[in-house]
């Protein structure tokens, strides 16, 4: 079975620059998250969605940071302005939220790098 | 903050029991123990979790103390390719509650 799908694997791009990451969760699966991984902060959680709609940004660091999910298979991660601070990786994962408690499973990662 | 407290680092020879100990003393009644692992350069992977009975699939087993404050994530026969961090997270049953937070973990280093 497909996993977690995110492209770009890698991407590099001057500050200033809009980036876009994507994701498509595994078929079926109701939940959606990114997270974000650096040394200094390890992993954290931006935002999550279910059922398509965002339940909790609080992790989002700022308005440069947007998240959407137009439909159950597709999900997007722009940050505009893109910033050197911004340089991690970001982990997409999915999950089916229902009574039996049921894992996220996660993408191999983006790893950005703002110059 | 994490709610689990992990060794930094183990070391555990190639084909012995990797047994990673996580304690998480504050642990609520509806919360469950989930552990994962992050290889380099990949997605942190699901292992296992449990409530309070001990529990076992095709990866390892996890053994959850009666008064849940800790537990062992032991991997039986430990390989080379178990060389990764492995984190202890509880977590609630469902909603933004149950969301994953990651501590340092701890990194397993198996050796020849």
């Known amino acids: 079975d497909a996993g977690v799908i995110q492209s770009p694997r890698h991407e590099v791009t001057e500050m200033g620059q809009e980036v876009t990451l994507r994701c498509k969760p595994i078929s079926g699966h109701n939940s959606l998250f990114w997270y974000r991984q650096t040394m200094m902060r390890g992993l954290e959680l931006l935002i999550y969605f279910n059922n398509n709609v965002p339940i909790d940004d609080s992790g989002m660091p700022e308005d440069r940071f947007s998240a959407k999910m137009p439909n159950a298979s597709f999900s997007t991660l722009k940050i505009q302005p893109s910033e050197p601070r911004d340089s991690a990786v970001y982990f997409c994962?999915?999950?089916?939220?229902?009574?039996?408690?049921?894992?996220?499973?996660f993408g191999d990662g983006t790893r950005l790098s703002i110059l | 903050d994490a709610k689990t407290t992990q060794p930094t680092s183990m070391d555990c020879a190639e084909g012995r029991a990797a047994n990673l100990p996580c304690n998480h003393s504050?642990?609520?009644?509806?919360?469950?123990v989930y552990w994962y692992r992050q290889i380099h350069s990949q997605g942190p992977q699901y292992i296992i979790h449990?409530?309070?009975n001990n529990e076992t699939n095709e990866m390892a087993s996890l053994i959850i103390t009666e008064d849940r404050k800790s537990s062992t994530l032991i991997l039986p026969h430990a390989t080379l390719r178990d060389t990764a961090v492995y984190y202890c997270i509880v977590r609630v049953h469902r909603g933004s509650q149950g969301n994953l937070i990651f501590g340092k973990g701890t990194k397993l280093s198996v050796k020849p």
């Open positions: 994962a999915s999950s089916l939220e229902d009574r039996r408690n049921q894992p996220q499973h």
């Open positions: 504050t642990i609520s009644g509806n919360e469950y």
């Open positions: 449990g409530l309070k």
